[in-house]
């Protein structure tokens, strides 16, 4: 019943951009009985359609009232006088002008009991970690140790050839570059839900190297080097900036997607209309207007707000948005928030993945406390999957990646013959300040970026070059390639995405198992394996101690010394859970380049 759905024609996805509903009042005049097609009079509707009381061929009909009654008031409406003009008004905000061909087989429709539904999409598989960069030294390492943990990994590559070769030829893979960004093309980054970036400018010796880079293996402080291929700003900045833009999306922002809402002083709308109980012959009506001063703090806030009535076998009043032009894909997030003043009652919130009009809502029904602003969670995993204020068995999973509109109701009705402990008839409002998705606590990193150690050094007052690593040294004549490695973090720190930055004193080929030292500030110096850092970033992905850090880290071993391990007795396994404890926010080295240097 109150699911507004039972007699309202089919939603046109493409329907013209109508002014949002702010008020009570229609869109001009009032259609009478004189001024509707007499065939259409002395039609025989089924019940609640068009009559009331039981007084067939007769339409009753009330002018809306210019404001609503205050909440003190608490009126009940008295009066069963049905509103024609209403139920038009809002068959036209989301459908567009209704057309008589499209009225006439909208009847014919209902009278028949046929109707079009589009099944709802099933949820798609989805968590993929993405690695980019998965043919280089810790690259290739991390898609190994994803997929021993038997994690879904898709690889991030400029060429096919090498990466079947070296990967497997099943891999998951997308062929890209990340300095092209018309390469980066968002499909191909479906259903990632986190990121390990081990992309880096290439730096190899000015006289060459062996085909296996043998080498480039054992690090820059061996050789005397250069940058090869393309410059460190087209990979370590623009590059960055380019991946972040295209699993923006997918990854998720730490403090979610704003759907509805102020943000830095502007307004985030939606296009919301009122759907009452007129459409099945009630006189309930409702409202959504912008109070400019009457959320938190005297900040503007959304403001659902009406009158509910039981006459006519109605009882329910909803605001809900026309169809989204495009869906909304939230299946980075684990459901949504709304920020409200309550009023001590019961309200549902409804989702809608399919553009069909009379199709199943996916709803959740919360409390309210009276008079006070709380952030109110839904999570996705709680929605239910309702039709016709009856639960529906047999529907698909809710997919949160193909959100098509919302509805916020209060309704006398619960689902399944239950009703609401809190319905109470006349005036009511509702200020809804925000609506946003979120991710749920404990937050992990989604971006697990290699960078590396030195990337403030450059630019650090009173440091004494002679002592630092060659990159640190030969910052300039390598492109500047630590300045724009610094660039790039920012650009990750920035973008909202939860992230971890892993920045590797030098890199080599021994094994992993030493111990290790993690620092903050960029200061330290020294020696660590790939085949550690590719733990190292593999373990952060799943730590909430990880989140928002930026570190340094090293092994105890100097370089003089090569470290082995015994094939027979190899070391045990980390808990980098432990270092990570250790590590604190804020901290990037930047805080030196405006006080004087730290000894290394």
Known sequence: MESCCSTCTKLSSASPSYPRIAD???????????????????????????????ARNTFLYRRS????????????????????????????????????????????????GTSSKEPVKAMETSGIVLVAGATG?????????????????????????KARKMLGPDVDLIVGDITKENTLIPEYFKGVRKVINAVSVI?????GDTPDRAKYSQGIKFFEPEIKGDSPEMVEYLGMRNLIKAVKGSVGLQNGKLLFGFEENSLKELPWGALDDVVMGGVSESTFQIDRTGGENGAPTGLFKG?????????????????????????????????????????????????????????????????????????FSSLR????????????PFDPSNIVSLQL????????????????EGAFQLPVSSIQSYIKDPVTPRFVHVSSAGV??????????????????????????????????????????????VRPCALTEEPAGADLIFDQGDNITGKISREEVARICAAALESPFALDKTFEVKSTIPFSEPFTVDPENPPQEKDYNIYFKGLKDGITGKESLEQSPVPV
């Open 385 to 396: 999957p309702i039709f016709r204020a009856r639960t529906v068995l047999d529907a698909p």
């Open 456 to 501: 403030t050094r450059p630019e650090r007052p009173g440091l004494d070059l002679s002592k630092q690593p060659p990159a640190v040294r030969l910052n300039k004549e390598l492109g500047f390639i630590l300045t724009f490695k610094l660039k790039g973090e920012d650009l990750i720190r920035e973008s909202g995405i939860p992230y971890t930055i």
């Open 24 to 54: 009570s009042r229609g869109f001009g005049r009032k259609f009478t009985r004189n001024s509707l097609n007499h065939q259409l009079l002395s039609s025989s509707l089924p019940k609640p359609f068009l009559q009331v009381n039981n």
């Open 409 to 424: 109701m209060f309704s006398k009705f619960e689902y399944d013959g239950k009703l609401n402990p809190t319905f109470v």
């Open 307 to 379: 009158v509910v009535s039981t006459a006519n076998n109605g009882g329910f009043t909803s605001i809900r948005t026309r169809n989204f032009a495009e869906p909304e894909d939230l299946s980075a997030y684990d459901g949504l928030e709304l920020r409200l003043k309550g009023d001590g009652r019961r309200y549902k919130f409804v989702v809608r993945t399919s553009s069909d009009w009379d199709t199943v809502g996916y709803t959740a029904s919360f409390d309210t406390v009276g008079g006070q602003w709380q952030s109110i969670r839904l999570p």
């Open 65 to 112: 009232s210019s404001r609503f009654p205050s909440t003190a008031s608490r009126g009940i409406i008295s009066a069963e006088a049905w509103d024609f003009g209403r139920f038009l008004k809002t068959l036209y905000f989301f459908n567009g002008p209704p057309s008589p061909a499209k009225f006439v087989e909208f009847l014919v429709e209902k009278l028949s």
């Open 137 to 161: 030294g810790v690259g290739r390492r991390v898609v190994d140790i994803l997929r021993n943990k038997g994690l879904p990994v898709r690889v991030l590559v400029r060429n096919e050839e």
């Open 203 to 207: 730096v190899g010796p000015k006289e």
